[in-house]
């Protein structure tokens, strides 16, 4: 990675791109660089695949002479690539084989991964699992260009690289390589937000709708839209076009995906109902779970799985909400052309609070879901200006990162 101090750790954000007089999208920030990005991103996701193999690799030493719980060590690539099919993985399989009728709890896990996986499946001679994992990872290369590309025109070149390096290093990174829709999620989203900032309303109404064929969360990128929309020609109702109607696809892949439940299994809201069997029903204010997570964290031991679980949940929560602050006000503020980012973002980061999982670990998952949380890793970008937060975040990042893919293949508990 090029040296941090090649660029000004207070930069002033770039001048925001105004829309024409007739309403039309702005002019772009900056020239076209997409083979930039490639590079960058491809770097990256080389660095992160060498990485999660060497993991993989050591992941049965910490067992040795123990009855491990993943069973004994794989003997080939084969069985090390299957040590990947943990956890959620069993959901998405069965769906992607056989679809949502004969287990009506699979309706909790929206349908265009296993679509894209079946597809895969079906042309090539893959299994349904390794289908499921080269789709994961060619969507973990799409979301880091894309990230690179769209903090690149709100930053710069070097903010770019970064923004993609420390997603990919967050701990729970991992994700966006196992065969879970997280990748997937994150490169639609990404490429939404980032047509909206060209002014590309179509496209942008048509990755928001395929978002939520992803995830329920992707009918939040709906606000981004309207603020961007909205932003771009002066707040000024007068300068709305026949484009804003591209906000109707937004939620066109949730409908989709009810009218199929709805024939399928008798209920349009079936993804909704099925919450329960995983512990969540009901809203609360957010201060209620966080009191919660705390309580449970002084009764328990320092180093208990659980309370080490519920206190990375905690930190992440809390920390996403100041790292959305600091993209606002502060000396790594992103300025006002990345609000839209915050207005997805924010919603987004506070769904899993106000609707807890009602266990011993009401946060479960929310440092997973950070990966969404564009904004945050844009701000750590420009903290990452700074020489030593730049060695400092990757080295701690990656280190705990390669303690979650022990712990994921091991088939232990991650969220």
Known sequence: MPEATEVDPNPVPAAEPQAGQDGTAPERAVPDGWRESVRAGLVTWVAGLLMYAAATYFAWLPVQDLPAKAGDAPTGFEGALDAWNRWDVAWYLPIADTGYAPDPLRAAFFPLYPMLVRAVQTVTTLSTFHAAMLVSVLACLAALILVHR???????????????FYLLAFPTGLYLVAAYNESLFVALAVGALYCMRCGRWWWAGLLCGLAGATRLTGVLLGLAFVYEYLRQRDWSVRR?????????????????????????????????DVQSHWFR???????TTWREVIRLISEGTTYQPDTVRNTVNLVTSVGSLALLGLAVAGPWRLGRGAHYLIAFALPAMLLPVVNPVHNYYPLASVWRYFLECLPAFLVLARMGADRTFDRIYPVVAVGVQGVMVVTFVQNNFVG
């Not at 769209?150 to 993609?164: C, K, P, S, V």
């Open 150 to 164: 769209l903090a690149t025109e709100l930053l710069d070149a070097e903010h770019g690289r970064r923004a993609a």
């Open 281 to 287: 029903s009901g809203y609360q204010p957010p201060w």
């Open 240 to 272: 709305v076009r026949w484009d804003a109607l591209a906000a109707l696809l937004v939620p066109l892949g949730v409908v989709l995906y009810a009218l199929h439940l709805q024939r399928t299994l008798g209920s349009a809201t079936a993804f909704l």
